[in-house]
T-cell receptor, first 108, second 117 residues
């Protein structure tokens, strides 16, 4: 069956470091993949969309890679700040199926 | 610009009661959808609509009904609430105009937290 997996363990990093989150999928051949940010008590907010022919996409301190051979997307936040602390979700597929999200905590 | 508005924010129901979760968007989006979010399970698609008068089932449709009489509104009805429906419900919309374009970004409301006792 189709499956999207994100690291369920929270990621704790120090301010200024680069955070790297992983999204793996099986039994999909998505044309594109999306990343969202979710703060407690709020709905997810769209961050980035990457297409299968775009190996990498950047937006300010955010970088997303998409490897269709490995069936994996990596989401990087460089020079991380405490304000980046949130849960990050990847989503793909025709009806936008979501991973369970990875909680990121950036300590000052 | 309000975006996607969900009401109520919180609701407690007894088993067997019915209720409607409201969702409205003011962005003239054709695509609207309902998700539920449970700990450790991520967001799961309940129902979606690609325009007024058109709805379809998602991954977990059982126990829920939807209708789309206008572009702006997409209510979710629980006909007979069960404790398994305790969850946070999110409504989302997208500017996609055709079925094959589901993958334009979703705009989410801030959710309804539902508890069924």
């Amino acid at each position: 069956s189709q499956k999207i997996e994100q690291n369920s363990e929270a990621l704790n990093i120090q301010e200024g470091k680069t955070a790297t989150l992983t999204c793996n999928y099986t039994n999909y051949s998505p044309a594109y993949l999306q990343w969202y940010r979710q703060d407690p008590g709020r709905g997810p907010v769209f961050l980035l969309l990457i297409r299968e022919n775009e190996k990498e996409k950047r937006k300010e301190r955010l970088k997303v890679t998409f490897d269709t051979t490995l069936k994996q997307s990596l989401f990087h936040i460089t020079a991380s700040q405490p304000a980046d602390s949130a849960t990050y979700l990847c989503a793909l597929g025709g009806k936008l199926i979501f991973g369970q999200g990875t909680e990121l905590s950036v300590k000052p | 610009n309000a975006g996607v508005t969900q009401t109520p924010k919180f609701q407690v129901l007894k088993t067997g009661q019915s209720m409607t979760l409201q969702c409205a968007q003011d962005m003239n989006h054709e695509y609207m959808s309902w998700y539920r979010q449970d700990p450790g399970m991520g967001l799961r698609l309940i129902h979606y609509s690609v325009g007024a008068g058109i709805t379809d089932q998602g991954e977990v449709p059982n126990g829920y009904n939807v209708s789309r009489s206008t572009t702006e509104d997409f209510p979710l009805r629980l006909l007979s609430a069960a404790p398994s429906q305790t969850s946070v419900y999110f409504c989302a919309s997208s500017a996609s105009l055709v079925v094959s374009s589901y993958n334009s970004p979703l705009h989410f409301g801030n959710g309804t937290r539902l508890t069924v006792t």
